[in-house]
Structures are given as structure tokens and as C-alpha cells.
């Protein structure tokens, strides 16, 4: 059985940094095509990133451009966003997610594709 599960989030202040982290189990991650998305308030799902099995990574907003990366350890099946240089407009939830049987990632932001979501984790700029 599949499961995705994200960590890291918290309260930061602006400018700080904060890594999230994406840990499957019951299949390998680097056999499957991973997304981060975002959600705040009111708004709806915003898809941040997919990484292809190679651990090559797309973005998707300008926004993020620049200041979020992603890594991989295999060894921990485990995927990170790291954030950089956050700002208020960045606080939502944040989830990680599994394209099963896919080996591409999509062009655009979509959500559409994604089988196995984690259960999200908070991330909160305070300006």
C-alpha cells in the first residue's frame, strides 16, 4: 500500500528558510514522478514542482523560481522542498504527491494525474 506523508512545516518569519520533506513507502520514488503543491486559504490547489524519476524538476510559478529547490535521498525514499527567501504569499498547506505509472510530469500546474496525496503540512511567513 502506498503512502505519501510530508513534514517540516512551521511558523517563520519572512526571509527565513524551512525545508519540507515527502517520505513514500510501498514503492520506490524513484520509480514514479513526484509533485509539491500548495494550498491556501480560499484558494485553490497550486501546483509548485514535479520531479521526474531522474530527480529532474520542473517549477511551475514564477514565484518560486529561484528560491525553491528540490532533492532527493533514495536510500530514505524521501523527497524535500526546500523554501528560501520565504515570503507571507508562500503560507498555505503543503503537499507532496505521487504520479503513479507516469514517467513524465505534466506542462502545466495541474493537479490531474496524481494518485496517492499526502495529508498536507502547514508552512505560516509571518511578515
Known amino acids: 500500500q502506498v503512502h505519501v506523508v510530508e513534514s517540516g512545516g512551521g511558523l517563520v518569519q519572512a526571509g527565513s528558510s524551512l525545508r519540507l520533506a515527502c517520505t513514500v513507502s510501498?514503492?520506490?520514488?524513484?520509480?514514479?514522478?513526484m509533485g509539491w503543491f500548495r494550498q491556501a486559504p480560499g484558494k485553490e490547489r497550486e501546483g509548485i514542482s514535479c520531479?521526474?524519476?531522474?530527480?529532474?524538476?520542473?517549477f511551475y510559478p514564477d514565484s518560486v523560481k529561484g528560491r525553491f529547490t528540490i532533492s532527493r535521498a533514495t536510500d530514505k525514499n524521501t523527497l524535500y522542498l526546500q523554501m528560501n527567501s520565504l515570503e507571507p504569499e508562500d503560507t498555505a498547506t503543503y503537499y507532496c504527491?505521487?504520479?503513479?505509472?507516469?514517467?513524465?510530469?505534466?506542462?502545466?500546474?495541474?493537479?490531474?494525474?496524481?494518485?496517492?496525496w499526502g495529508q498536507g503540512t502547514q508552512v505560516t511567513v509571518s511578515s
Open positions: 504527491a505521487l504520479r503513479a505509472g507516469r514517467s513524465s510530469c505534466p506542462a502545466s500546474a495541474t493537479t490531474s494525474g496524481y494518485s496517492y
Open positions: 520531479t521526474w524519476r531522474d530527480g529532474i524538476s520542473r
Open positions: 510501498g514503492v520506490a520514488l524513484d520509480a514514479n514522478t
